[in-house]
């Protein structure tokens, strides 16, 4: 079973998959019904970000921790390698690791682009493996992430890796003065002591993403769409004249990726814009990179305001970023921009293809801008706030199962094999986005389960915000017991 967030795929060519929110189990072993702990197929997981300065053996490591040779990005001169992440699995439990990449060839300074990796960490990540080369020791750049790292809220682990063998113990012990506590001596290359690192950091990592990382400063907002639609110009709009884009955090004297955008009286991270603003030229690979660009920063968003050009037909490109959208789980709000081209026939055309093409976000609100005029940007502001409302939202399972149960009993789902399924109870597992388990007998027909998320969003709401439903059916385990 793949975590639908990690999928990367076309979701409309998944046979598993309805609409991109579903997920079956149906692999269910004797006792794992009753055992809490058992891994939830649609249930967002907690990061891991390994962050540290370049050679210290990052790489090597995330390779190690996930069990794959992936995490080799490749570089290209002038491309940013972007934060990129993998699904990890220890002892049965499972994370994501994101490797936060390397060098920033515009840069200012190596402290600096490795400090605001920290920085970015720091913000989304559930706990953070900071990685020093024990043989090396402590570097004037270790000592700086160092010195980020220790404000963090999010669980810090030190990793003193390049610890080959018993010699170089002392040398680790040493890491001590980074004030970042017990340093861990591994080899990435060899494996020794990872193990036990790897325990460390499942004890730090909570069982669900962090819920608060809200409360650590404004929503995040992620400016996505295909080349040309006008991101930068809306970024701008939004900004005014650059005035109200504050482009030091408070705090700190790293360089920013984000921006700070005042909207409706509240401040708001527009993520990456860094990113946004450095264009990529039409080079081999562009696009490759514009999707690992969108992929960053919808990782790092809680809401994409994805951006269409309303005054030429819906392609495929845009439905391709909408998928990454779906893919991240993130709230949606969907800006038609470019209104200002837009007329009558026009107007017509487009209503036909998002009743075509946008069929399976009908919970996506939408806001018809133009970046160029300023027209109804504003209007973006209530959009998000619903949004960002429904992603975070929580149902209680008293709550849930009434309403259930009088949807079921009303319409039933269709029998399968000439069994009647039963649904015997709902439980929201998750928030961000809203993510439920539905304990059944037997397999629910697509139909169906397409009819309960209308249901549960009739009665909900969740306007704006992806829902997941995933359905644990118990028939095996039933069948071994008779
Ligand atoms: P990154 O830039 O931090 O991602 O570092 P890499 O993973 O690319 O590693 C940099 C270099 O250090 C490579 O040549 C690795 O083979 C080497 N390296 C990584 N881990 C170890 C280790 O545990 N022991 C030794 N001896 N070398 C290592
Ligand atoms: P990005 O690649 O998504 O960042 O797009 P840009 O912001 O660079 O915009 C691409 C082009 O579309 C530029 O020539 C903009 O002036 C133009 N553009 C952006 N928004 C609007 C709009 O609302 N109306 C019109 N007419 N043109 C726009």
Redesign the pocket.
């Known amino acids: 079973m793949t975590d639908d967030r990690t999928a990367t795929g076309d979701l409309d060519g998944g046979a598993q998959f309805a609409d991109g929110t579903w997920s079956d189990e149906t692999d269910w072993e004797i006792g794992e019904f009753d055992d809490e702990s058992g891994d939830e197929g649609a249930v967002a997981l907690p990061t891991l970000a390994v962050v540290g300065r370049p050679n210290v053996g990052k790489s090597t490591l995330v390779n190690r921790i996930i069990g794959r040779r992936e995490a080799v990005v490749q570089d290209v001169p002038g491309v940013t390698r972007d934060r990129v992440s993998y699904e990890g699995n220890w002892n049965g439990r499972r994370f994501m690791v994101q490797d936060t990449g390397g060098w920033e060839p515009d840069a200012k300074g190596l402290q600096q682009s490795v400090a605001r990796q920290a920085e970015h960490a720091m913000q989304t990540a559930d706990a953070i493996l900071v990685v020093v080369d024990a043989v090396v020791g402590a570097t004037a750049t270790d000592e700086a992430v160092a010195r980020v790292l220790r404000r963090s809220k999010a669980p810090v682990l030190l990793a003193a890796n390049k610890v080959d063998d018993e010699r170089g113990e002392a040398e680790a012990a040493s890491l001590w003065s980074l004030g970042l506590g017990e340093p861990y001596p591994v080899s990435a290359v060899h494996g020794r002591g990872t193990g036990d690192l790897l325990d460390k950091v499942l004890e730090a990592l909570p069982e669900a993403p962090r819920e608060g990382t809200a409360a650590a400063g404004p929503r995040r907002v992620a400016l996505v ?10 970024l701008n709009k939004l900004a005014g004249d650059e005035r109200s884009v504050v482009h030091n955090v408070a705090g700190t004297t790293v360089d920013p990726v984000d921006s700070i955008v005042e909207l409706g009286g509240r401040p708001w991270r527009f993520v990456d814009t860094a990113g ?1 603003r450095r ?1 990529v030229s039409h080079a081999s690979g562009a696009e490759f990179y514009a999707s690992l660009r969108t992929r960053g920063a919808l990782e790092a968003a809680e809401v994409a305001i994805l ?1 269409i050009d309303a ?1 030429e037909p819906i392609t495929e490109q845009d439905l391709r970023v909408l998928s990454m959208v779906a893919d991240a789980g993130r709230a949606l709000v969907l800006a038609f ?5 837009v007329d009558e026939d026009r107007r017509y055309q487009l209503e036909r293809e998002i009743d075509r093409d946008l069929e399976r976000v009908p919970w996506a609100q939408r806001v018809n ?5 300023g027209r109804a940007v504003q209007k973006l502001v209530p959009a998000l706030d619903t949004a960002l409302e429904s992603w975070d939202k929580r149902i209680s399972t008293g709550r849930l199962n009434t309403w259930l149960k009088e949807v079921v009993a009303a319409t039933p789902p269709p029998m399968r094999g000439g069994r009647l399924p039963r649904i015997l109870f709902a439980t929201q597992a998750g928030t961000r986005p809203p993510t439920f388990v539905l304990f059944t007998t037997g397999f629910l027909e697509a139909g169906y389960r397409r009819f309960l998320e209308r249901r549960l969003r009739e009665e909900f709401g969740f306007d704006g915000s992806p829902v997941r439903i995933s359905v644990r059916v118990r028939e095996k385990r039933d069948r071994r017991k008779r």
């Open positions: 769409g295909k080349p040309n639609v006008g991101k930068s110009s809306l946004l264009k951006l005054s921009n470019k209104w200002d081209l801008i133009s970046a160029h005029t």
